[in-house]
């Protein structure tokens, strides 16, 4: 199926670092969520964004819907132990008649104490 | 409330059997999906209801059969699955399906074929 591209696809940082992370497309999207998901468990929506150029804070993590509609950032700063697992960007868009969210390939964080 | 619930949290079948996994919200959302996650991938779309009727079906193989009893349960029934179909299965859920939504995830189903 179609997939966004999401980079970087691993990351380790040190505890306290910041971290970036972005997705980007060919194609024009009306929504950005980002989500984090644990092992084995369902993926947790952290941020949703509805306007291009919008910037939306949740605690330690700021998101940007990019202003060209065809990309998005997630960073997230001062990192602690507890940011380790995958985050993933799903943009909606508008196919045949129908929306639906595509998902980013996610970028697998690790952060060392 | 943004809680949507799944069970079993773990099923292994063999592949002459029938088995159904079970989602449910109710957070008044109109529209329910399922998803099939396997390791290290993202999420793969399988199915999207809307108001309890069908309304994407990402070619998925009739060894897969969704059904939406009522806005906050949907179901998904396995029959002769092989063991390729192995994986973490999702649902979520959402307002609707008509753009800017949010969509909340389960925690999953992981399911294993012998």
């Known amino acids: 199926g179609q997939q966004l591209n999401q980079s970087p696809q691993s990351m380790f940082i040190q505890e306290g670092e910041d971290v970036s992370m972005n997705c980007t497309s060919s194609?024009?999207?009306?929504?950005w969520l980002w989500y984090k998901q644990d092992p084995g468990e369902g993926p947790v929506l952290l941020i949703a964004?509805?306007?291009?150029?919008e910037l939306t804070s949740n605690g330690r993590l700021t998101a940007q819907f990019g202003i060209t509609r065809k990309d998005s950032f997630l960073n997230i700063s001062a990192s602690i132990p507890s940011d380790v697992g995958i985050y993933f960007c799903a943009g909606q868009l508008l196919t045949s008649g129908t929306y639906k969210y595509i998902f980013g390939t996610g970028t697998r964080l690790k952060v060392l104490a | 409330d943004t809680e949507v619930t799944q069970t079993p949290k773990h099923l292994v079948m063999g592949m002459t059997n029938k088995k159904s996994l079970k989602c449910e919200q109710h957070?008044?959302?109109?529209?329910m999906y399922w998803y099939k996650q396997k390791a290290k991938k993202p999420p793969e779309l399988m199915f999207v209801y809307s108001y309890e009727k069908l309304s994407i079906n990402e070619s998925v193989p009739s060894r897969f059969s969704p059904e939406c009893p009522n806005s906050s349960l949907l179901n998904l029934h396995l029959h002769a699955l092989q063991p390729e179909d192995s994986a973490l299965y999702l649902c979520?859920?959402?307002?609707?399906?008509?753009?800017?939504?949010?969509?909340?995830f389960g925690p999953g189903t992981r399911l294993t074929v012998t």
């Open positions: 964004l509805y306007k291009a150029g």
């Open positions: 194609s024009i999207f009306n929504t």
């Open positions: 957070m008044g959302h109109r529209a």
């Open positions: 979520a859920s959402s307002q609707g399906t008509g753009g800017f939504y949010e969509q909340y």
